[in-house]
C-alpha cells in the first residue's frame, strides 16, 4: 500500500525568486485608465499599475522594479523509490524587463514588452481580461521557445495572511513562508524528530514542512482576493516578504484566473464554480468504515465483536482483498488487482452476503503493477506501462517490490484498467475502493503523449482519479461508489469522489501526526478539498532502536474522538498492525469506539446536510475559523481548532496524556455539549476534556442547535 514512502519524499532545493528580477527599464508611457468591463477598471501610473474591481483592488504591480522574468533552467533529479530530490540549474536568464507598449485590444488590457540578460532576450505579452464583476483573467506568454521558467511578483502587505496551496500539513496561515507544490510522498516526521532524522540518514526520506500528497497553485487571502494557477510543473510561492508574493512555475509562461470576493467563502464559491466539486455521499457511507485485513474468517470475527458492541458498522474495507505479503516495511499488497481466493474463498458471493446485512465491502487498487501476474504481462505486452528513455519499461523500485507505473497518457491503457475497476472491482460487487498513489511518476519518464513527465507529474494524480470516476459512470454506479485518494492538484475536487489524508505517523507529532492530519484537511479545505478525513490512528508504524513508533490505545482513542466530526469515519490497522493498538484490541477499547461509532452516526443529518452544501457551493465540511468569522483577527492562525460546518466547534485534544484543551470561541454565544454552559464568543477558554468528552461547543442560535443537541446529548458520560 502506501508504505514505502519511508523511502520517497522529495527534497527541494529552491531558488530566491526575489532574485530573478533585476530591473525595469525606463519607460515614456503616460498615465491613463482603462474600462476592462464588469466594473473592473485598470490604473497605470509611473510607479504601480493596479486593476480594481468592483469588489475592490484585486492586483497591484510595482513598476518601480521588473515584475516579470524568465529564464532557461535543467532539473538535476535524483529519483531513488519516489524519494525526489531536485535541484534547478539557471543556464539563461531574463531578468531586466521593459514595457513597450500598453493599451486595449478587443476589450482586454495587453502589455508588451521584452525580458533580457546575458545572451538571453525574449519578446513577452501579458493579456488581462474582466471575466465577471469579481474576476480577473491574465494569461503571460513568453515568446522564446528555450525559456522554460516564469518568474512573476505582486504587492503584498505585511498584514496579508494567505491560505491554501492544497493540503499543507504543517501551516494554515502561509504568510512568511515560501512552499513549493509538487505531488510527492510526504515523507516520514516531516521536521519531528528523531524520526525525521532517521528517515534521512537511512533513506533519505524524511520530508520537510511543504512536504504533500496534494499541492493545489490556487490561494486566497485576508484581503478577500484569490489566485488559481492553470499551470503543472513545479513551483514555488514565496510570500517571505511583507510587501510581495513572488510565484516560480518551471515552464514557459502562466495562466491565471483571479477572484475578489467580500468574503472568504464567496472566494471559494467562485473557485469551485470554476474548478468542480465533490458529489454526495451515498446514505451508506456515515456508519462506521471497519478497516480489517487477514482473510474471511478473521475479519467476519471483528465485525460481528463490533457490531455485537453497538457499533453502527456500514463498512468493511478490506485493502488485502487482493492478497497480502510481508515485506521489511510491514504488511503489504498484492498489486494483481483481483480477489485472492484463498484469503476470501468465493468472493463474489462474500461480498453479496455481507451486502444482504446492509454491510458494503470496499476495497483498494493504484495505478501500478507488480513485476508478477497476467496483469503485469498484459501491460507489457501491451506496451501500457510507462517508459525510460530507452524506450524500456520504467520499473520503480517500492518498499519490498518492484512495480510498473501505468501510462495514463495512452489512450489504450486507460480503456484497459478501466475495464479492470469495471469487472474485477465493481463487478465483484465492491462499493469503494481507496484509490491509493498518483504522486510516483518520475520526471525523467517518457510518455505515450510525449508530454513532458515534468509538466504531467502533478496532473497525473488527478488523471488517476478521473479514471476512477469514468469507470463507476460508466458502469452506471455513479453515486453508489465511493473511492477515496490522497494524491491530487488543480481539479482534483472535480473527480474524486473523497478524499483521506495520507500516512500520517501512529504519533502525536505537530507535522506528521494527529495534528498534521487536521491542518492538512482544513487547509486543504481552503483549496477545493471539501470532503476529507485521516485514518483514525494515523498509518506508519515504525520500530526504531532511539525510538518506537507504536500506536498507543490513548491516541488511537484520542484520533477516534477528532474523527467523530469528519464525514467518513474509518479505521486503518497501519503498517504493522501487531505493533498498533486497534478497534479490537480490548473490551474497553471495543466498547468505546462504537460509543464513537454511534456519536458519528448520530451526526448523520447533519453530514449529510453539509456534503449537499459541498457538492453546491464547495464550502468544506471541517472549516477553520478564519473561513467563518474572516473580520476577527484571533482566527487567521488557529489551526488546532475547527468548524463542522457553522454550528458545531471542536478543540480536540492533541496532546498526550492532556484532559484539558485551550482554545478560541468566536462571536455569539456558544453552549458546551457536555455541562450545559454558556459562553459568550470573543474569549479564550480552558475547559475540561476527558477521554470520551471531548470540547465541542453548539452556536446556541445556529439554524442546527436544537437538533445537533439532541443527537448529541445522550452520549454525555456520568
Known amino acids: ?149 516564469t518568474f512573476i511578483k505582486f504587492k503584498s502587505d505585511g498584514s496579508e495572511s494567505i491560505y491554501g496551496l492544497g493540503e499543507q500539513f504543517s501551516h494554515i496561515n502561509l504568510k512568511g513562508k515560501k512552499p513549493f507544490l509538487f505531488s510527492e510522498e510526504q515523507g516520514v516526521g516531516r521536521g519531528d524528530q ?111 465483536e463490533a457490531k455485537l458492541a453497538g457499533n453502527p458498522i456500514s463498512a468493511l474495507w478490506i485493502q488485502d482483498w487482493v492478497g497480502q505479503r510481508k515485506t521489511v516495511f510491514g504488511s503489504q499488497l498484492w498489486w494483481k488487482w483481483f480477489p485472492d481466493e484463498n484469503r476470501y474463498p468465493d468472493f463474489k458471493n462474500f461480498v453479496k452476503e455481507l451486502n444482504q446485512k446492509n454491510i458494503q465491502v470496499l476495497g483498494y487498487i493504484n495505478p501500478m503493477l507488480a513485476t508478477e501476474g497476467p496483469l503485469f504481462e498484459e501491460a507489457v505486452k501491451d506496451h501500457y506501462l510507462v517508459k525510460d528513455k530507452e524506450g524500456k519499461d520504467y520499473i520503480v523500485q517500492t518498499a519490498g517490490f518492484p512495480a510498473g507505473l501505468l501510462d495514463l497518457t495512452n489512450p489504450k491503457t486507460r480503456i484497459w484498467i478501466k475495464n479492470i475497476i469495471k469487472q474485477n472491482l465493481i463487478g465483484n460487487g465492491l462499493s469503494g475502493w481507496m484509490a491509493d498513489f498518483g504522486e510516483w511518476l518520475p520526471t525523467d519518464a517518457v510518455l505515450f503523449s510525449k508530454v513532458s513527465a515534468e509538466i504531467y ?95 498507543s490505545k490513548e491516541l488511537f482513542l484520542r484520533w477516534a474522538e477528532l474523527n467523530v466530526f469528519s464525514p467518513i469515519f474509518r479505521t486503518h490497522e497501519g503498517n504493522r498492525p501487531t505493533k498498533n493498538h486497534q478497534p479490537y484490541s480490548d473490551p474497553e477499547t471495543v466498547k468505546e469506539f462504537a460509543r464513537y461509532g454511534q456519536m458519528h452516526l448520530a451526526l448523520k443529518e447533519y453530514f449529510k446536510f453539509l456534503n449537499k452544501e459541498a457538492s453546491e457551493s464547495g464550502l468544506p465540511l471541517l472549516r477553520p475559523l478564519y473561513l467563518s468569522y474572516p473580520e476577527d483577527s484571533n482566527t487567521g492562525d488557529l489551526q488546532n481548532q475547527f468548524l463542522l460546518g457553522e454550528d458545531l466547534l471542536v478543540i480536540p485534544v492533541l496532546e498526550k496524556g492532556e ?60
Not at 71 to 86: L, M, P, S, W
Not at 234 to 251: G, H, P, Q, T
Not at 464 to 485: C, D, P, S, Y
Open 457 to 551: 507529474h502533478n496532473r497525473y494524480p488527478v488523471e488517476w482519479a478521473k479514471l476512477n470516476r469514468e469507470a463507476i459512470q460508466e458502469a452506471g454506479k455513479e453515486g453508489q461508489i465511493v473511492f477515496f485518494t490522497r494524491a491530487g492538484y488543480s481539479y482534483s475536487n472535480k473527480y474524486s469522489t473523497s478524499f483521506w489524508a495520507g500516512d500520517q505517523m501512529v504519533s502525536w507529532g505537530r507535522h506528521d501526526g494527529i495534528v498534521s492530519s487536521l491542518i492538512g484537511i482544513l487547509s486543504g479545505g481552503m483549496s477545493g478539498i471539501s470532503l476529507n478525513h485521516s485514518d483514525i490512528g494515523g498509518y506508519t508504524t515504525i520500530p526504531s532502536p532511539i525510538k518506537d513508533y507504536f500506536r
Open 659 to 718: 484532559d484539558t484543551v485551550k482554545g478560541y470561541l468566536p462571536k455569539g454565544e456558544w453552549e458546551h455539549v457536555w455541562t450545559g454552559k454558556t459562553f459568550q464568543g470573543g474569549v479564550w477558554i480552558e475547559t475540561s476534556a476527558p477521554l470520551g468528552s471531548p470540547a465541542i461547543f453548539l452556536k446556541k442560535k445556529g439554524v442546527w442547535y436544537e437538533k445537533l443537541k439532541s443527537a448529541l446529548s445522550s452520549f454525555k458520560k456520568n
Open 1 to 149: 500500500m502506501r508504505f514505502f514512502f519511508i523511502t520517497s519524499i522529495l527534497f527541494a532545493f529552491l531558488l530566491d525568486c526575489g532574485s530573478r528580477f533585476e530591473k525595469i527599464s525606463p519607460f515614456s508611457i503616460p498615465p491613463q485608465e482603462f474600462d476592462l468591463g464588469n466594473g473592473v477598471k485598470v490604473v497605470f501610473l509611473p510607479t504601480e499599475l493596479s486593476f480594481i474591481t468592483s469588489k475592490g483592488r484585486i492586483l497591484e504591480f510595482n513598476l518601480k522594479d521588473a515584475f516579470l522574468s524568465s529564464a532557461k533552467g535543467e532539473q538535476i533529479v535524483n529519483y531513488r523509490k519516489a524519494t525526489f530530490k531536485i535541484k534547478d540549474k539557471i543556464l539563461l536568464e531574463c531578468g531586466t524587463q521593459t514595457i513597450e507598449s500598453l493599451g486595449l485590444e478587443s476589450g482586454a488590457l495587453l502589455i508588451k514588452g521584452k525580458l533580457s540578460g546575458k545572451n538571453c532576450e525574449t519578446e513577452y505579452s501579458i493579456r488581462f481580461v474582466s471575466s465577471s464583476n469579481a474576476g480577473l483573467d491574465w494569461k503571460v506568454d513568453i515568446t522564446n521557445p528555450e525559456l522554460n521558467r
Open 194 to 304: 528523531p524520526i525525521t532524522w532517521g528517515a534521512e540518514l537511512l533513506e533519505g526520506a524524511g520530508g520537510n514542512e511543504y512536504s504533500t500528497y496534494t499541492p493545489i497553485p490556487f490561494f486566497l487571502t485576508s484581503q478577500n482576493r484569490a489566485f488559481f494557477f492553470e499551470n503543472s510543473s513545479y513551483s514555488v510561492f514565496d510570500f517571505e516578504e511583507d510587501s510581495e508574493i513572488a510565484i516560480e512555475f518551471r515552464e514557459r509562461g502562466l495562466n491565471v484566473k483571479s477572484w475578489k470576493a467580500e468574503n472568504p467563502k464567496e472566494i471559494l464559491k467562485l473557485y469551485t464554480s470554476h474548478t468542480g466539486r465533490f458529489p454526495n455521499l451515498p446514505d451508506w457511507a456515515y456508519g462506521t468504515w471497519l478497516g480489517i485485513q487477514g482473510g474471511k474468517s478473521v475479519v467476519l470475527e471483528k465485525i460481528e
